[in-house]
């Protein structure tokens, strides 16, 4: 028997169906050892070596593995083909004993029989560059989160958390927001002439004064201009005719589908990492049981496989015609600070089209296959071919421009339009009459139009993932986690689909800028991750990359906490009385929310629940004021003296305030009867 070991234990069935008999699938369900969660566990002044721990949940599980694992003839590690997928590999082989040049580790980047098959002849050692990329990337992130977390708490209010990639997400956010509120709307007129030509009317654009460009600033300019050519004829100046091509897109990465599922799908970034999470590792289809559609999924790369790409367009030419195969296969190419571990998102096979699975698969899972299939489809046609045609126009000293644009060959079109914003153009029309250079054409009327330029328009999850992108900050696995965290811990909010700062991640981002702008910025954190692939691709020691950080992070560090420098919200005062000194209560924030607390501190240490509401039950037979009930650390209800910690008196029983003629014991209810709390006394009272 030969095991292989996985991660998700939703990828099993569907490579079950393709390793065949003799082969056992084993999954870890995510890491099996990682720092622990509540210390720093990274040695400082020890290089930074880190202090991993087997994560208590996975001990059972740690346990069968290894039993797997020993009678097992071969093993193979297929953990997901990323850095993080190669770091729990390695963490997996230390479990088991394994030392680094044993060939143990095989990665495939679709869930087929041909990838399985292939990756099962090249098992390979762990990659350790991989691991040491992944390494510095984790202690680099606990460093700033476990570090710098505590000094926003202390100097703004508890339970926040700072992060060396979501700081810079928030602070996008942030600065945009700052950016609107800041701009000053500036003047502009548009001006259109609507020419006449036989039955048709042609809408040109002023674009010119004098030969040079021209945009009217105010009414003046509009009124010299009005005098000037109302009621004048239009020369035909230039007529231009060109023919003009649209290349295809490229296919999906990460960040393009992510984007293009929120603009043309309105689907989230939770929703498409979920069900682009579930297409890869594999979904029920009809007729073949559980099958996995696509590819790997956490990717920064737009190259395609040879034989998928030759399989596509053998697809294309059989259903679409030889037109629309290009006359040489479309390449792409990745960006230069990608790391261009994996392919594109594509489909497995053109094979499995989205109406065959259309009845099996959920709402969301079919809208995004579809989506991912043609963008691929699309990725590998011919261009679209359109002929265009560009009309200047002159009166007097102005001139006039429209172009007009008809297709003559779809191309790629036929399967997937781009997504663009909608917007007004100036000087754009469909099909134009036949105009020849020199005609003189009649004016109908000339429409200005005052407008004024508009702010930046604020972010939403499609568009800061394609900053983030463009900025070089995080990667691919990354951009969701990012953008959800800063809306759980409430640093944004949505107002429609646009993301907005709250005060709270507004003061953050200003703390951060004052203190931390040296790290905490978009610049610094993009060579951070250079440097991290510095590791991954040139094996530059990860320790030395952690300590040229940390170096100037402590110092900063040290002067942000020495500084007296606070941003917390001052406490904000009540009508509440203090039952314990007769001052007033005020509404503090503590590590567990807000909470009420004397103002005479520390005279007075008296504190309770904000929306505490007190149930009285009774009287306290030791001073006579109300007993109250309260619950222990383990639920049970009892009854204490609302006087404590001056009067400690309490009780499991509801007490009357009077006390047992026979024995001075406190009286009680117990139910229905009112009697002496001490066991050994018969005293009762009639409970009328």
Partial sequence: MKLVIIESPAKREALKKYLGDGYEVFATKGHIRDLPA???????????????????????????????????????IATDPDREGEAISWHVAHILGYDSEKECRIQFNEISKKAVSKALTEPRKIDLKLVD????????????????SPIICKKIAPKLSAGRVQSV?????????????????????????HIKKETHEIKASLATFKKKKFVPKNKEEIDAMLGAI??????????????TKSHAPAPFTTSTMQQDALNKLGMSLAKTSAAAQQLYEGVEVKGEGKIALITYIRTDSVRVATDAQNACLEFIKNKYGADFVPAKPNIYH???????????????????????????LSADNYKLYKLIYERFLASQMSDAEYASVTVNFDCED???????????????????????????????????????????????KIVPEQKFTKPPTRFTEATLVKAMEEKGIGRPATYSATITILSSRKYTEKEGKYLIPTELGRKITAY???????????????????????????????????????????????????????????????????????????????????????????????????????KVVGKCPECGADMVERKSKRGKIFYSC?????????????????????????????????????????YKENNA
């Fill in 512 to 614: 951060l800028d004052q203190f931390f702008a040296g790290v905490i910025n978009v610049k610094f954190t993009a060579y951070m991750e250079g440097r991290l692939d510095d590791i991954a691709s040139k094996g530059e020691d990860w320790q030395a990359v952690v300590a040229s950080f940390w170096n100037g992070f402590e110092r900063l560090l040290l002067r942000a906490d020495e500084s007296s420098l606070t941003m917390k919200e001052p406490p904000k005062e009540t009508d509440i009385v203090c039952e314990k000194c007769g001052s007033k209560m005020l509404i503090r924030n503590g590590k567990f929310g807000e909470f009420l607390a004397c103002s005479n501190f520390p005279k007075c240490k008296n504190t309770r629940p904000l929306n505490e509401t007190k």
């Fill in 398 to 444: 102005y001139g006039f421009k429209v172009s007009g644009k008809t297709m003559e060959f779809p191309g790629y079109t036929n399967v997937y339009k781009e997504f663009v914003e909608e917007e007004n153009k100036e000087g754009l029309a469909g099909k134009l009459p036949k105009l020849e250079e020199g005609e003189v054409l009649e004016c109908n």
């Fill in 169 to 193: 997400a928030l602070k996008l956010v942030v600065d945009r927001e700052v950016e609107i509120e800041n701009f000053v709307p500036e003047e502009y007129w548009t001006v259109n002439a």
């Fill in 38 to 76: 509540k210390s720093l566990a990274i040695d400082i002044k020890n290089n930074f070596e880190p202090k991993y721990e087997v994560l208590s949940e996975k001990k059972e599980l740690i346990n069968e593995l290894k039993r797997k694992a020993g009678k097992a003839d071969y093993v193979y």
């Fill in 133 to 148: 990329a992944q390494q510095a990337r984790r202690v680099l992130d606990r460093l700033v989160g476990y570090k710098l």
């Fill in 230 to 243: 109302s009621g004048k004829n239009f020369t035909v100046k230039e007529v231009k005719k060109a023919k």
């Fill in 334 to 360: 990745t960006k230069d600070s990608a790391q261009d571990a994996h392919e594109a998102i594509r489909p497995i096979t053109m094979d499995i089209t989205p109406d065959m699975v259309k009845e099996t």
């Fill in 642 to 682: 609302d006087r404590y910690p001056d009067c400690k008196f309490m009780s499991w029983d509801v007490t009357t305030g009077g006390k047992c003629p026979k024995c001075q014991s406190p009286i009680v209810v117990k139910g229905k009867v009112v009697k002496c709390s001490n066991a050994d006394c018969d």
